[in-house]
């Protein structure tokens, strides 16, 4: 069997305990896809109470809301992320982005007589 070697690199974001990670931009993107959080949370499988603690927490630790929902009524209620959360999502994407393509290439360097 022959495994080509390679970095996994996972980004968390701190404060006083981690509030952004994989796991929230996951989430988010898909609350902006399905405009709900159960609908995300389902689509991820994930219990619909663990992604609100998940929400509740990074939004405790940002210091700023991710989510602007509606309940019920006519049209069933949802939610939409916040444009904090849509800049916060974007900047995390960008620099995860930037630092994989880093990793990638010291990797490389770093251990290229496995390669």
Request: overall charge positive; hydrophobic content about 45%; glycine content about 12%.
């Amino acid at each position: 069997m022959d495994t080509k070697l390679h970095p996994v690199i996972s980004v968390r974001i701190f404060g006083t305990e981690k509030c952004f990670g994989p796991g929230v931009a996951q989430l988010l993107t898909q609350v902006a896809q399905h405009h709900s959080l159960r609908a995300a949370a389902g689509s991820i499988g994930m219990a619909y109470s663990k992604a609100w603690t998940i929400i509740k927490r990074a939004e405790a630790g940002l210091g700023f809301a991710l989510l602007s929902s509606t309940t019920g009524g006519k049209n069933g209620g949802g939610a939409t992320l916040t444009p904090q959360a849509e800049a916060i999502l974007a900047a995390y994407a960008r620099y995860c982005g930037e630092v994989r393509a880093y990793a990638a290439q010291r990797f490389e360097e770093a251990f290229r007589e496995f390669l």
